[in-house]
């Protein structure tokens, strides 16, 4: 009897501090995208589909768009970001929206740094 309470004490604590390694290390596993700087890239290859199922914001990073890949869905603001198009690089801070036929918005101030090319 007493070897038995003595087991489910001791299961009761290891469950008890699973849970609580859990709770504490949850945060990690569900973290947002963070690409923090220009070098940090999500590339589409040509064929593929770059769906956002929600607006990014705050995007320091680059989107490497080759010629044949699609973007579509929510918004993405870039925060001194770059978008490379088929090799048509365009840094700026500003919101991109893949649902328009003027993907690009700048407002408030916001800067746009483009070289010659064709952003579709």
Do not use: H, W
Not at 6 to 30: A, G, M, Q, V
Not at 64 to 86: H, M, P, Q, R, Y
Request: glycine share 12%.
């Amino acid at each position: 009897m007493i070897k038995k309470v003595f087991l489910n004490e001791l299961l009761n604590k290891r469950l008890c501090f699973y849970i609580f390694i859990l709770l504490l290390f949850s945060r990690f596993c569900f973290t947002g995208l963070n690409l923090t700087n220009q070098s940090s890239v999500i590339k589409v290859n040509s064929g593929a589909n770059f769906v956002t199922k929600v607006p990014i914001s705050g995007y320091k990073g680059t989107i490497k768009k080759d010629s044949g890949a699609n973007i579509s869905g929510n918004t993405i603001t870039f925060d001194d970001g770059v978008l490379d198009e088929a090799g048509n690089k365009v840094k700026f801070s500003g919101t991109y929206n893949p649902g328009i036929s003027n993907k690009i918005v700048l407002s408030g101030g916001k800067k746009f740094k483009g070289e010659g090319g064709l952003i579709n």
